[in-house]
């Protein structure tokens, strides 16, 4: 399997701080309804477990299920879990979205930027497993691409941050459109101005927004609540 974030985990956790400190809290309150005595919560698309450490600062002694097809972002996530002191409530799955097989019951799921990256049936599969495993009442917060802020064609810088006498800077930009859209991340770093490294990591990313996810939350019998530009709660109708 071609590592599609093999170019970017080296940057990510150092640019990504003022992202997840809006993400962060936002996933925190969504999870307020989770059944950590029911199940684990299950961290899909961990990356390097931004993710997974707010799933753990919100909810003390719950286990998680961390899944990372990602070799490289898993060294990351493998180092956090181990600094943080988690490695008795987390479990790391070296497995995609759709080779993961869920547990038989879930307390939750956390699905972060994912759903973009993988093919419509897939999708539809993933949505209606989780349902079948999910509680009453407990969520599953999935993050789309911002509708605020989608992969432009003209370059828009989206992070900028020192680190020590460099400075880093990603940019995105887009092409196509569809299930054809391909999104680009830029990754600089620069010293008195001038670029001493850049990584251009291609990242495919259908166009799936907010409509779609409620659409496809219908037929798994859930419904979606928007709580932020990007994110969305899925919980049972039942």
Not at 32 to 39: E, I, Q, V
Not at 113 to 129: M, N, S
Not at 187 to 214: C, F, K, N, Q, T
Request: glycine share 8%; aromatic share 6%; charged share 20%.
């Amino acid at each position: 399997m071609t590592d599609i974030y093999a170019g970017a985990a080296e940057f990510y956790d150092l640019v990504a701080g003022p992202l997840w400190a809006r993400k962060g809290p936002v996933l925190a309150a969504a999870l307020r309804t989770a059944r950590t005595d029911l199940g684990p919560i299950v961290d899909i698309g961990a990356g390097t477990g931004c993710s997974t450490e707010v799933i753990a600062d919100a909810l003390p002694g719950a286990a998680i299920v961390a899944v990372e097809p990602s070799p490289c972002m898993r060294i990351a996530l493998s180092a956090r879990v181990a600094l943080r002191g988690l490695a008795d409530r987390v479990t790391i799955a070296a497995a995609t979205a759709g080779e993961f097989t869920l547990p038989q019951r879930i307390g939750g799921a956390v699905v972060y930027g994912v759903l973009g990256h993988i093919e419509p049936p897939q999708r539809t599969r993933l949505l209606a497993d989780l349902a079948e495993r999910l509680p009453p009442g407990a969520p599953v917060v999935v993050e789309l691409m911002d509708e605020t802020a989608p992969p432009s064609r003209a370059p828009l810088r989206i992070a900028r941050t020192p680190v020590g006498d460099h400075i880093y800077e990603v940019w995105s930009r887009g092409s196509g459109s569809g299930s054809a859209t391909m999104w680009t991340l830029t990754y600089r770093v620069l010293h008195d101005h001038r670029v001493i490294r850049e990584a251009e990591v291609p990242m495919p990313w259908a166009e799936y927004g907010l409509s779609d996810l409620r659409d496809e939350a219908e037929r798994s019998n859930m419904r979606c609540l928007r709580i932020a530009p990007d994110t969305a709660v899925l919980t049972h109708r039942n």
